[in-house]
C-alpha cells in the first residue's frame, strides 16, 4: 500500500503532525501488530524447549488452584 500523509505545520512551516486516511491507519497498525507477533514467535523458538507429561501438567494445574 502507498501511504499518503498529509502534513500539519505550524507557522513557521515544521512539521508538527501527520494526517493519514482511516484505511492507511488500519494498515499500519495491522503492520505493527504482525511485526510484534514475529518478534514474540523468533522469542518463544530461542527458548529451550521443555517438555512435560500430560500428568505432570495436570498435577501442576492442581497444586495452583489449591491456593
Not at 5 to 33: H, I
Amino acid at each position: 500500500m502507498t501511504l499518503n500523509p498529509q502534513y500539519v505545520t505550524d507557522k513557521l512551516g515544521k512539521k508538527v503532525a501527520v494526517q493519514l486516511s482511516v484505511k492507511e491507519f488500519e494498515f499500519l497498525l495491522e503492520e505493527l501488530e504482525l511485526k510484534e507477533d514475529v518478534k514474540a514467535y523468533d522469542k518463544a523458538m530461542k527458548r529451550k524447549l521443555v517438555f512435560s507429561s500430560f500428568e505432570d501438567t495436570v498435577n501442576k494445574i492442581k497444586a495452583t488452584r489449591k491456593k
